[in-house]
């Protein structure tokens, strides 16, 4: 006899010869003579059901066969009959180990033969083996068209298939893919692994953000200057590095100027609770500056890294004819915008980085720039969400500077502007320029497409690279800036010395 899974095959009771005997007269004899020499495999079962299978008597008495199991063995609780040679044996325990004899009898039952040998048999539920669970991983999320990435497969199970799904339009069935993505754009991977147990997926949405070539026609054009130590600026300007927090402090200048215009934008994110960067009491020879977080916060932050670019007030020429300008604007404007217009028209629309330079108002607030164009740009100053949008009036400084890479006053420079693919997730701003260590990095954002109050963060800041993000704050809602329709452009300018 052989208990097996149910539909799974059939195992035998093996039964040698015949069992009853005609010529045995008395019952007593019958029972005797009807011993079964059984040789036993037992096997497993399905959830709650045993399936058997044995050789039939060779004896014309006999009628049906009993099937008795329990979960001792040779103590057996209940029976059913069968008048061929299967059994199902269903309505079992689940995980439970069953013992199991079979006897031949005749019609009445007044003549049954002795049991036969036991098997056993545990049931179990129906659970696949090894079901496919889809993971993966990429060489790199982001960087410059044409931008080749790396696709591992990090699924486990039983897997005999994959397909990819590069968001592109492009699909591949390889187990780890290659692919090249052309054009700038945020794309959502999928990767589905099948195999004999199920199919399962997983999507990364928006996962590799590909920006603008930086001379490709027609796309982001860096206006290349040339790159010659010595030359000399006309105008005073300066830059550095700090170490903040929320303890206010004076940074001085190198030099003495008339109308300095300080930017200090974007901060680190070593601390994670939003916050922005205040500066104020700028006079001819310094600043004020410091962490500020948002009103609904406790207003305790931990150390940030942050570099500033001070400049003269005005229009100014670079050596190598490049045009930039520092101005300022005092507006009250939080609901709408306010427009400002350069004091020269530039060839191509420039980065701008834009931040208030005023504590008229002790409430956290931020600057969001918009509609940038060859003439000016629009701005406006954001409160946190829970507020109403009312400030008093602060004076706003901007610096204005084309997409260019150069040098200046022994400094080298790049200066470009990404698609409009940054979100609350981290988007890698890759260098053209051979830097020969983390440059001194300012950003803003260039468009308004979230209307949200948020300022821009940065992190893991190489030569090569930086990681920039939107960082929201979230005293109304917990939203976050993560679909591609509000997705920001992200305006930068580096500095190394050189």
């Known amino acids: 006899m052989q208990a097996s899974p149910s539909g799974h095959g059939r195992a035998q009771w093996l039964a040698p010869g015949s069992f009853f005997s005609n010529s045995i007269a008395s019952v007593k004899s019958i029972v005797a003579a009807a011993l079964f020499a ?10 709650g059901e045993v399936a058997i299978q044995w050789d039939l008597v060779d004896d014309n008495r006999v009628d049906l066969y009993e099937v008795h199991y329990g979960t001792q063995s040779g103590h057996y609780e209940a029976r059913v009959d069968s008048a061929s040679d299967t059994a199902s044996v269903a309505g ?19 003549i049954c033969s002795a049991f036969s040998n036991e098997v056993s048999a545990t049931t179990g ?51 780890d893919a290659v692919h090249e993505y052309r054009m700038p754009g945020a794309y959502s991977v999928t990767l589905t692994v099948s195999g004999p147990y199920g199919t399962d997926s997983e999507t990364k949405t928006d996962a590799i953000l590909v920006t603008a ?36 402090q004076r940074v001085d ?21 939003p916050a922005v960067v205040r500066v104020h009491g700028v006079d001819s020879d310094g600043f004020l500056i410091r962490v500020q977080e948002w009103d609904y916060l406790d207003g305790n932050h931990g150390p940030e890294t942050v570099s500033y670019l001070v400049m003269e007030s ?38 701008v980085i834009a931040a208030v330079m005023s ?35 602060e004076e706003i400084g901007y610096i204005a500077w084309p997409a260019s890479v150069g040098s200046l006053d022994g400094v080298r420079f790049e200066v470009g502007v990404t698609d409009a ?78």
Not at 257 to 272: F, G, L, N, Q, T
Request: net charge negative.
């Open 359 to 393: 504590f008229d108002e002790t409430d956290a607030v931020t600057t969001r720039i918009r509609n940038l164009n060859e003439a000016g740009f629009e701005v406006r100053m954001s409160e946190q969400e829970a507020n109403a949008q009312v400030h008093a009036s």
């Open 38 to 47: 059984i040789t036993a495999f037992p096997g497993q079962a399905l959830a």
């Open 421 to 498: 693919v940054v979100s609350h997730r981290p988007h890698a701003i890759t260098f053209g320029s051979d830097f020969t260590g983390p440059p001194l990095f300012l950003a803003d954002m260039q468009t308004a497409n979230n209307g949200d109050s948020a300022s821009l963060r940065a992190r893991n800041q190489t030569e090569t690279d930086v990681q920039v993000m939107v960082d929201e704050e979230r005293s109304k809602d917990r939203e976050t800036c993560s679909r591609a329709a509000t997705a920001e452009a992200v305006g930068y300018i580096a500095l190394e010395a050189l």
């Open 253 to 273: 200048f190198a030099q003495t100027y008339e109308d300095p215009i300080v930017i200090a934008k974007p901060m680190s994110m070593e601390d994670r609770s």
């Open 125 to 175: 539920q129906v659970v696949p083996h090894d079901p496919p669970v889809a993971a993966f991983s990429a060489s790199t999320w982001s960087g410059r068209a044409p931008l080749v990435v790396t696709l591992s497969d990090a699924s486990s199970g039983t897997i005999t298939e994959h397909r990819w799904n590069f968001g592109d339009g492009s699909a591949s069935t390889a187990t």
């Open 92 to 110: 079992l325990q689940d995980a439970q180990t069953y013992y199991f004899a079979v006897r031949a009898c005749d019609r009445d039952l007044a």
């Open 314 to 351: 005005g229009a100014h020429r670079l050596p190598d004819g490049t045009l930039v300008e520092a101005g300022r604007v005092e507006t009250d404007a939080t609901s709408n915008f306010a427009s400002v217009g350069f004091s020269q028209t530039f060839t191509s629309t420039p980065v």
């Open 213 to 248: 070539p930086l001379t490709e026609e027609g796309l982001i054009e860096i206006e290349q200057g040339s790159i010659e130590v010595g030359q000399q600026a006309t105008f005073a300007w300066e830059s550095g590095v700090l170490v903040i927090d929320d303890t206010l």
